[in-house]
């Protein structure tokens, strides 16, 4: 590409005109995109096909065949300067997916993307060299078949990322497993064709090689440069809590020096502007600010313009009969490629029958890498002529179009397999991702919550899957009259939502820095800026959003310097009930008592003990189930004490378990329902095989007659452990009789009450309650 033409430099007196219609020509797409997005949303239609139906409406085709507005939109030069908008729009949100990209997830799955990909482009390359075989006498191509069968391979094997990437978010898929999973396959099939079409041209051209070199160290050298950047820009004012916007932009001028120099080559950017993105040190002030600043205007003006381009570049006016044919064979084939290539993979690697058909409909949309190496080194293929162009581009729009609607039809269809599934932690197994969603309102709540986030991730170098979400909670204060002030006497109310809680948001973000720069562990940031009244109903559609297995709040009281606690309000105590009442995942209430209790493990000296208090019922065993990530924690020493009542008759064999036999294990718990006794006997069976008798967890036993006894038992254990994980409810149990009578905190379940509330306990308290379901009580225990 010349860089004159990227930098739209003057030619005569026609610089201004085509500028105001690419601008005129931008607001016509956002307007038709929204307008159609709201016909097709009913029907589960993505933005990406609002977006690009907007711009065939706009392209020669339909509007633009009228005289008047193809003289406008259709000027001398203007594809000039539509080429260099375009540039800048790609350059930005390529790197803005390389900001927001889950590593962690791809790590895992690393195998899964691989073979997918693998998959896809064998499937796309076998019929790539039948498709040669077709055209060539179809198109009357003679000669250099190398390019042409380069040129179909990647217009049949491309996968659109950014189109991917608009569609699962639309379809709130981009927390679930299938959609980060589409998302990372559809990026590792895009690059790797730019990386194959780049090298292929290269050694057929003997001239880019050393260029390719020269951008590869070009590449490394500013990521290193970004690295000190993002370490040292933080400090310079250390008490904001973005960076500048002047300091935002030193990044992005660096970003595009180096994408204008590799176009200038006539090579793809894509890889470099992607990798220099992923390459962002994730904690911290720098990437934050990034995310933030890029976030909203790429996904809602750089997206939609980009597509609706796309779609405006579709041309079918001059093509005869045998372009038409060949247009419906490329996209059979590039439809019939990832139907065979991916479902061959989705056997192997044994993923559900369910994501099947979606998976490769989805991954067959086609987007700008398609568009871009279609239009690049036109010297290297002699076939190509303007006709060739317009088929392999309405191609590609078509495929888009097909693809991109079959998914969401798939979707509708089997809503049921895509939606959020209901899961408890007692059926979530500890290879599976851990998503926790933690809710503070400042930072008091965060650094304990932060603790507890790190005794759940595990230890240096676990390689459990573990997700953290941090949530801001932000009560919106009572709305002013500002029809009685005057413009300049509204002061903080002119601005948006962000501004709320910004003291609190400066310290959870510099608490949240730190632990991140000492455990390597990164904590997803949300902030909810809302009505208390509604609070609840937030946080609830977060939980299902987000796809989180548990929601930890904070308790309405706190602990003081000087060991009492105070209240902060029962306007936060309703909200927690609120929360336990609808919450579609298990919920936890934390008692924090930061100066007294449990202490953040990584950094900490010593190990730290606590106990899981187990009576017996649904919430127990959540308790139980959860403390399963803190047995991988090596500083963190967990023992489960097992109340067992004494009008038992039969001793549990957990009580030495260096004499019993695992197989007589039987538990019987007087006036409990069989069913819920048969599953609390086979969960800490199963738990007592798997943590206590390989010696990572203790377990002791104490025999109870009643409520008194179970409290006299916990004021002497009250001062030997830094933290008490204990369920709410466990019914009407023998254990816990007569507890109920100095009750304070009904949310908090009997045991958890006293211990949140007892003097002569001094560790922090984390009650957990099950998720759940129409049939299950509301009422608190």
């Excluded at 932009?249 to 993105?277: M, P, R």
């Excluded at 002030?285 to 996904?299: A, D």
């Excluded at 919450?583 to 202490?599: K, L």
């Excluded at 009542?645 to 957990?654: A, G, I, L, N, R």
Aim: aromatic share 10%.
């Amino acid at each position: 590409m010349d860089p004159k033409l990227l930098f739209c430099l003057p030619r005569g007196d026609e610089l201004f005109n085509p500028l105001n219609t690419l601008f005129i020509q931008m607001g016509c797409i956002l307007v038709f995109s929204q307008l159609f997005y709201l016909m097709l949303k009913p029907c589960g239609q993505a933005a990406p096909v609002a977006q690009i139906l907007a711009g065939i409406v706009l392209s020669p085709v339909l509007l633009s065949r009228i005289p008047k507005v193809k003289e406008f939109f259709l000027q001398k030069d203007a594809a000039d300067y539509y080429s260099f908008f375009s540039f800048v729009l790609r350059t930005s949100f390529m790197f803005l997916i390389g900001l927001e990209f889950d590593i962690q997830f791809m790590r895992r799955n690393f195998k899964k993307v691989s073979v997918i990909t693998l998959s896809s482009f064998s499937a796309c390359s076998l019929l790539s060299l039948a498709l040669v075989y077709i055209l060539t006498p179809l198109l009357h191509i003679k000669e250099d078949y190398l390019t042409l069968f380069l040129t179909l391979f990647v217009t049949l094997s491309n996968t659109s990322s950014p189109v991917v990437l608009r569609s699962i978010a639309d379809w709130k898929l981009n927390t679930s497993e299938i959609g980060r999973l589409t998302l990372s396959c559809a990026l590792c099939i895009e690059l790797s064709d730019v990386v194959i079409y780049t090298l292929v041209i290269a050694s057929i051209s003997k001239s880019m090689i050393g260029n390719i070199f020269l951008f590869i160290f070009a590449t490394g050298a500013l990521i290193l440069l970004n690295k000190f950047l993002a370490a040292w820009l933080p400090k310079r004012n250390p008490k904001e809590k973005y960076l500048s916007k002047a300091e935002t932009l030193v990044f992005i001028i660096f970003l595009l020096i180096i994408a204008v120099t590799i176009e200038s080559y006539d090579v793809n950017s894509s890889v470099s502007v992607f990798t220099i993105g992923i390459m962002v040190p994730r904690q911290g002030k720098t990437h934050r600010t990034l995310v933030q600043r890029l976030g909203y205007p790429i996904h809602e003006f750089v997206l939609p313009v980009y597509f609706g381009y796309m779609g405006f570049r579709f041309s079918i006016t001059a093509l005869t009969k045998r372009y038409y044919i060949g247009l419906v064979i490329i996209v059979i084939l590039a439809l019939a490629g990832k139907l065979i290539g991916v479902i061959c993979a989705c056997m192997y690697l044994k993923i559900p029958k369910k994501y099947w058909l979606f998976l490769p409909t989805i991954l067959s949309v086609k987007g700008h890498v398609g568009v871009l190496l279609l239009d690049a080194n036109y010297s290297k293929k002699k076939w190509w002529t303007t006709t060739i162009h317009d088929m392999m581009l309405a191609s590609l729009v078509v495929t888009t179009l097909v693809s991109g609607v079959l998914a969401s039809f798939l979707l509708k269809a089997r809503e049921k397999d895509f939606a959020p599934q209901k899961t408890c932690l007692e059926s979530h197994d500890t290879h599976e991702e851990l998503r926790v969603l933690s809710c503070v309102y400042g930072v008091r709540h965060a650094r304990g919550t932060i603790s507890l986030i790190s005794a759940l991730s595990g230890s240096h170098g676990a390689s459990k899957p573990f997700a953290a979400l941090l949530m801001h909670l932000v009560p919106l204060p009572k709305k002013r009259k500002s029809s009685e002030l005057l413009y300049h006497e509204l002061g903080d109310d002119v601005h948006g939502d962000d501004e709320f809680g910004t003291n609190d948001g400066l310290e959870i973000n510099d608490s949240i820095d730190s632990f991140a720069k000492d455990s390597k562990l990164l904590i997803q940031q949300v902030k909810l800026v809302t009505k208390m009244l509604n609070m609840h109903v937030e946080i609830c559609n977060a939980t299902e959003d987000l796809r989180v297995s548990i929601v930890l709040l904070p308790f309405h009281k706190h602990q003081r310097i000087d060991g009492k606690t105070t209240n902060d309000g029962e306007i936060f105590r309703q909200m927690n009930r609120n929360v336990l009442r609808h919450a579609p995942c298990s919920v936890g209430i934390f008692v924090d008592r930061n100066i007294t209790g449990f202490q953040q493990p990584h950094g900490f000296d010593s190990v730290q003990h606590v106990a899981a208090l187990f009576f017996g019922g649904p919430d127990d065993r959540e308790a139980l189930a959860l403390c399963r990530w803190l047995a991988n924690n090596t500083l963190i020493h967990l023992t489960i004490i097992h109340f067992v009542s004494e009008d038992s008759q039969t001793e549990s064999p957990v009580g030495n378990t260096t004499t019993q036999d695992n197989n007589d294990f039987f538990i019987e718990v007087a006036g409990r329902d069989q069913t819920e006794y048969e599953a609390d006997r086979s969960f800490l069976e199963e738990f007592h095989n798997r943590f206590v008798t390989t010696g990572q967890v203790g377990f002791m036993e104490k025999r109870v007659s009643d409520g008194p006894h179970t409290l006299t038992i916990l004021r002497e254990i009250g001062e030997m452990y830094s933290l008490f994980v204990v369920g709410k409810s466990r019914g009407d149990s023998p254990m816990t009789v007569r507890m109920k009578d100095w009750e304070e905190c009904p949310e908090l379940g009997t045991v958890g009450d006293f211990l949140a509330s007892s003097l002569d306990v001094n560790a922090s308290v984390l009650v957990v309650q099950r998720q759940r379901h129409s049939h299950d009580n509301f009422l608190d225990d």
